[in-house]
């Protein structure tokens, strides 16, 4: 357990390279709404939370 006070060189770049990270996810929200300003600032497509199933109308209604 002391990966928090002196990490590796490889447990370094598995917390830089890490997609569960706060600093990772808003990076992505904020290209995904540079590109689409309309979109809500969820993520592009990794969560089914914009087309799972509770919103399958709007969904439909896209196509």
Known sequence: MSK???PSPNDQRSNTKNP???EHKSA???RSNQMNPNR???P???MPS???G???GD???KR
Do not use: F, L
Request: charged residues 20%.
């Open 20 to 22: 569960e990270r706060p």
């Open 50 to 52: 914009h087309g799972g």
């Open 28 to 30: 992505q929200d904020n």
């Open 59 to 61: 969904d439909s209604s």
């Open 44 to 46: 592009p497509s990794h």
């Open 54 to 56: 509770t919103t399958g």
């Open 40 to 42: 809500p600032p969820n």
């Open 4 to 6: 928090h006070k002196n």
